[in-house]
């Protein structure tokens, strides 16, 4: 690229970034902000509207119209919308007009461009991490050029905003790291659902080219960031291809090369409440140990369940609050050294879950939300019902049972209108993680309860808690049997397709298709049972995934020898 053309091409990614901030703060009626960042740009839009001019490129020819009637209405466009305070107007006019002629710019200046290196910034780079990071320089200097990752399957390519993306190989697909189109439009939208102003350190799993690291640090100059990245070859695509040498400068961001996670594992274990991790989930798709990545794919999950969801779990939360008849704790001496049958909707209860017909009136069914409705059809009445999603659409579990007398158990923040409209006993189950829980937990002297993330999971900890004798689960498929979703009469029924699932082993050793999701729960099932050795644990699902730590018996067979010896 011409020396000219490269100058105009930085300058130009250089406007597209401050200008999507200041439709971003528009947006947000973050007036003040929004016009301060104006004035700043508009100070030097005016220079480079005739760098542009004077660039030589016929524009015209890419029906880019850069004369200087044109450029001057656009710009009086904007002075009037702000003389008038017109501010959905004057956003309109930098989304609409401005952004997308700065969008065609860089277009016609990178078409048919090779990635640039720019071998001073990144001897720079290095150079700023050998102050910080002496074995991490050396590590760098020691691989080959940077262009010869492409080998490895890295690529490098130019944004439309004009900054550079990562792409690599991940199980045979090309992924991104950052978006192909505005890079800073993406990062200031990443940085900002992070940014807490309670949080003065974030630890950040994931480096890429630092976009979100650098929109972090905009939002507040005072926080502590501590990047740790497993992958080498994206730190030195970071030196090679972006401004990271600048970033690494401050004082109070800090990147680690963490190749095996055990200085991330031992960061976290002294995590405070003034402390935020948070995960670039792209950068999740380059770690190649198996376990490390399931383990940070399995946090993010829940994590960005949680923090997507807040606001629906708070609005739960205070309602729910208002309307219960005593927490689940309550229950112990009803659950206390009992046998407890939780009825999941796994696809195989369809096989055997008419013989809890047959159980003796001192054991406990507990039946999740999901298939409440398909018992009480069958005739089967449970002893407790428990529900724990937030979202509206659930609420059709109960709808036309809401005069049942059947004891609910709801999670704190389970969808608010199963206590509004239930007639029957409601118990409240406050859940570890979610502080308004915790904090209420505090107050009111009630226990915490562990969720798993599902009703199932958090079913076999109130059990747990409530010191059953046994738990028998039932329906507890964790997988696809025979290539169903859910028992029949309960919810979606087909799995309409195998793409992107896993397989793991059922309970006869044979492969059986799975999902992310359901393998989280089973690890943490299995994690959450490894040590109980006060409860006897049994799986009668009579099929899905096995899950170890739990006695697989058919179910026909466990009530013949506990309840009816004379058989059934």
Same mark, same amino acid.
């Given at each position: 690229?011409?020396k000219k053309n490269?100058?105009?091409s930085?300058e130009?990614?250089y406007?597209?970034?401050q200008i999507s901030?200041?439709?971003?703060?528009?947006?947000?009626?973050?007036?003040?902000?929004?016009?301060? /960042?104006?004035?700043?740009v508009?100070?030097g839009?005016?220079?480079?509207f005739g760098?542009?001019q004077q660039?030589?490129?016929n524009?015209?020819?890419y029906?880019?119209f850069t004369?200087y009637?044109?450029?001057?209405?656009?710009?009086?466009?904007?002075?009037?919308? !702000?003389?008038?305070?017109?501010?959905i107007?004057l956003a309109d006019?930098?989304?609409a007009q401005l952004l997308p002629f700065?969008f065609?710019?860089e277009e016609?200046l990178?078409y048919?461009?090779?990635v640039?290196?720019d071998?001073n910034?990144?001897?720079e780079?290095l150079?700023?991490?050998?102050?910080k990071d %002496?074995p991490?320089?050396?590590d760098?200097?020691?691989?080959s050029?940077p262009?010869?990752l /492409?080998e490895?399957?890295?690529?490098?390519?130019y944004?439309a905003c004009g900054?550079?993306t990562i792409?690599l190989?991940d199980?045979?697909?090309r992924?991104?790291?950052h978006?192909?189109?505005n890079v800073?439009?993406?990062?200031?939208?990443l940085?900002?659902s992070w940014?807490r102003?309670d949080?003065s350190?974030?630890?950040?799993?994931?480096?890429g080219?630092?976009y979100?690291?650098?929109a972090?640090?905009?939002l507040?100059?005072n926080?502590t960031i501590?990047i740790f &990245?497993?992958d080498?070859?994206t730190?030195?695509?970071?030196?090679?291809y972006s401004g990271?040498?600048?970033l690494l400068?401050s004082?109070?961001?800090?990147?680690?090369?963490d190749p095996n996670?055990?200085?991330l594992?031992?960061r976290?274990?002294?995590?405070?409440?003034d402390?935020e991790?948070?995960i670039?989930y792209?950068?999740l798709?380059?770690i190649q140990n198996?376990?490390?990545?399931?383990?940070l794919?399995?946090y993010?999950?829940?994590y960005?369940?949680v923090?997507? !969801?807040?606001?629906?779990?708070?609005?739960?939360?205070?309602?729910?609050?208002?309307?219960?008849d005593d927490s689940?704790?309550?229950?112990?001496?009803?659950f206390?050294?009992?046998?407890?049958?939780?009825?999941?909707a796994?696809?195989s209860?369809d096989k055997n879950?008419r013989?809890?017909?047959?159980r003796i009136?001192s054991?406990i069914?507990?039946a999740t939300?999901?298939?409440?409705?398909k018992?009480?059809?069958?005739g089967?009445?449970?002893?407790y019902?428990?529900?724990?999603d937030?979202n509206?659409?659930?609420?059709?579990?109960?709808?036309?049972?809401e005069q049942?007398?059947?004891?609910?158990i709801?999670?704190?923040t389970a969808f608010k209108g199963f206590?509004?409209n239930?007639?029957?006993?409601?118990y %409240?189950?406050l !859940?570890n993680?979610?502080?308004?829980?915790?904090e209420y937990?505090t107050?009111?002297?009630m226990k915490?309860?562990?969720?798993?993330?599902?009703?199932?999971?958090?079913a076999?900890?109130?059990?747990i808690?409530?010191?059953?004798?046994r %738990?028998?689960?039932?329906?507890l498929?964790?997988a696809?049997?025979e290539?169903y979703v859910h028992?029949s009469?309960?919810?979606?029924?087909?799995?309409?397709?195998?793409?992107?699932l896993e !397989?793991v082993?059922?309970i006869?050793?044979?492969?059986i298709y799975?999902?992310?999701?359901f393998?989280?729960y089973?690890?943490?099932?299995?994690?959450h049972?490894?040590?109980i050795?006060?409860?006897?644990l049994?799986?009668?699902t009579?099929g899905?995934?096995?899950i170890?730590?739990?006695?697989n018996v058919?179910?026909q067979?466990?009530?013949? &020898?506990?309840y009816?010896?004379?058989?059934?």
């Amino acid at each position: 690229m011409e020396k000219k053309n490269k100058v105009l091409s930085e300058e130009t990614s250089y406007y597209i970034c401050q200008i999507s901030k200041i439709i971003y703060y528009f947006r947000i009626q973050n007036y003040d902000y929004a016009l301060r /960042k104006m004035t700043e740009v508009l100070t030097g839009l005016g220079g480079f509207f005739g760098k542009v001019q004077q660039n030589g490129t016929n524009w015209s020819d890419y029906g880019i119209f850069t004369d200087y009637n044109s450029l001057n209405d656009l710009l009086t466009s904007l002075l009037e919308s !702000q003389k008038n305070k017109d501010y959905i107007l004057l956003a309109d006019i930098y989304e609409a007009q401005l952004l997308p002629f700065l969008f065609k710019i860089e277009e016609v200046l990178l078409y048919e461009e090779n990635v640039y290196f720019d071998k001073n910034k990144y001897d720079e780079a290095l150079s700023v991490i050998s102050n910080k990071d %002496i074995p991490l320089a050396a590590d760098l200097k020691a691989l080959s050029h940077p262009d010869n990752l /492409k080998e490895k399957g890295y690529d490098v390519e130019y944004t439309a905003c004009g900054a550079m993306t990562i792409s690599l190989y991940d199980k045979g697909k090309r992924i991104y790291l950052h978006s192909n189109c505005n890079v800073y439009q993406e990062a200031f939208a990443l940085a900002n659902s992070w940014y807490r102003e309670d949080k003065s350190t974030y630890i950040v799993y994931g480096l890429g080219l630092g976009y979100h690291i650098e929109a972090l640090t905009n939002l507040d100059n005072n926080i502590t960031i501590e990047i740790f &990245e497993s992958d080498l070859n994206t730190i030195q695509l970071a030196c090679a291809y972006s401004g990271i040498g600048n970033l690494l400068r401050s004082a109070n961001v800090k990147l680690q090369y963490d190749p095996n996670f055990s200085k991330l594992s031992e960061r976290l274990k002294s995590v405070y409440n003034d402390t935020e991790f948070v995960i670039h989930y792209p950068s999740l798709r380059s770690i190649q140990n198996k376990d490390s990545r399931e383990d940070l794919e399995e946090y993010f999950l829940q994590y960005s369940s949680v923090k997507n !969801q807040l606001h629906l779990l708070n609005g739960n939360f205070r309602e729910n609050t208002k309307r219960y008849d005593d927490s689940v704790d309550a229950l112990d001496k009803d659950f206390y050294g009992k046998d407890v049958f939780i009825v999941a909707a796994g696809p195989s209860l369809d096989k055997n879950f008419r013989l809890l017909k047959n159980r003796i009136n001192s054991s406990i069914i507990l039946a999740t939300g999901t298939v409440f409705r398909k018992l009480i059809r069958e005739g089967i009445r449970p002893d407790y019902f428990i529900v724990t999603d937030a979202n509206p659409r659930v609420y059709a579990q109960i709808q036309g049972l809401e005069q049942l007398d059947i004891p609910m158990i709801y999670l704190s923040t389970a969808f608010k209108g199963f206590t509004e409209n239930y007639q029957g006993k409601k118990y %409240i189950v406050l !859940q570890n993680g979610y502080e308004k829980a915790e904090e209420y937990a505090t107050v009111n002297n009630m226990k915490l309860f562990d969720t798993g993330g599902s009703v199932s999971t958090t079913a076999l900890d109130v059990a747990i808690k409530l010191k059953s004798k046994r %738990i028998i689960f039932l329906g507890l498929d964790l997988a696809f049997t025979e290539n169903y979703v859910h028992a029949s009469d309960t919810s979606r029924r087909e799995l309409v397709s195998t793409d992107d699932l896993e !397989q793991v082993n059922d309970i006869n050793g044979k492969s059986i298709y799975t999902s992310r999701s359901f393998l989280i729960y089973k690890k943490w099932i299995e994690n959450h049972i490894r040590n109980i050795s006060d409860i006897e644990l049994i799986n009668a699902t009579e099929g899905g995934a096995l899950i170890k730590g739990m006695r697989n018996v058919k179910l026909q067979d466990f009530l013949h &020898e506990n309840y009816d010896k004379s058989g059934l």
